[in-house]
Nanobody
Framework: QVQLVESGGGLVQPGGSLRLSCAAS????????MGWYRQAPGTQREWVAR???????MYSNSVKGRFTISRDNAKNTVFLQMNSLKPEDTAVYYC??????????WGQGTQVTVSS
């Protein structure tokens, strides 16, 4: 069984930065893609970013150029560096692990609030 635990959320002013972390248990981390979704109140969950097992990255248009996803396979951890944050980035952020294309496991979520 894989467990994902996110951390790093919080309150930040517009234009600020946060770095989210997602620590995974289990040996399949290194051969799996990892990524992030987010969900704002009253909206559907939105895909944010993805990184493959070999480090290829993809981003949604809404965060491209501001967010960076990375992974440390030695620590079974994936990161989301978020810069130039906007109020519309406010959401609960969920990391996921995908053995193939669709998410198989989810974290519990971490709240990110961008407000002055």
């Amino acid at each position: 069984q894989v467990q994902l635990v996110e951390s790093g959320g919080g309150l930040v002013q517009p234009g600020g930065s946060l770095r989210l972390s997602c620590a995974a248990s289990g040996s399949i981390f290194r051969i799996s893609a990892m990524g992030w979704y987010r969900q704002a109140p009253g909206t559907q969950r939105e895909w944010v970013a993805r990184i493959t097992s070999i480090g290829s990255t993809m981003y949604s248009n809404s965060v491209k150029g501001r967010f960076t996803i990375s992974r440390d396979n030695a620590k079974n951890t994936v990161f989301l560096q978020m810069n130039s944050l906007k109020p519309e980035d406010t959401a609960v952020y969920y990391c996921y692990l995908a053995r193939f294309t669709s998410p198989d496991y989810w974290g519990q979520g971490t709240q990110v609030t961008v407000s002055s």
